[in-house]
């Protein structure tokens, strides 16, 4: 089964290993997880600036999406 991540964007259901809040506040951690995953060139921003509200954590991959958590799970859930 694939999960509409928002933008055009479908990805595997079994490459996800997180589904995470970043609506604000976002903890520290998770800015530098955000942070490296930049560096590392492993992060996909589908979502216009300032409208990101899930991380999805992927085997290879983060992508920033602009469907909120909760959304993504029910998605998720209902393959």
């Given at each position: 089964m694939y999960v509409h991540l928002g933008n055009?964007?479908?990805i595997?259901?079994?490459d996800i290993i997180a589904i995470l809040n970043i609506e604000p506040p976002i903890s520290h951690d998770l800015k530098d997880v955000i942070d490296?995953?930049?560096i590392e060139r492993s992060l996909v921003n589908i979502s216009e600036k300032g409208?990101?509200?899930a991380l999805v954590i992927c085997n290879n991959k983060?992508?920033?999406s602009p469907i909120s958590s909760n959304?993504?799970?029910?998605r998720?859930?209902?393959?």
């Open positions: 055009n964007y479908i595997s259901f079994s490296m995953a930049r409208k990101e509200k983060l992508y920033l959304t993504l799970y029910k998720a859930a209902n393959r």
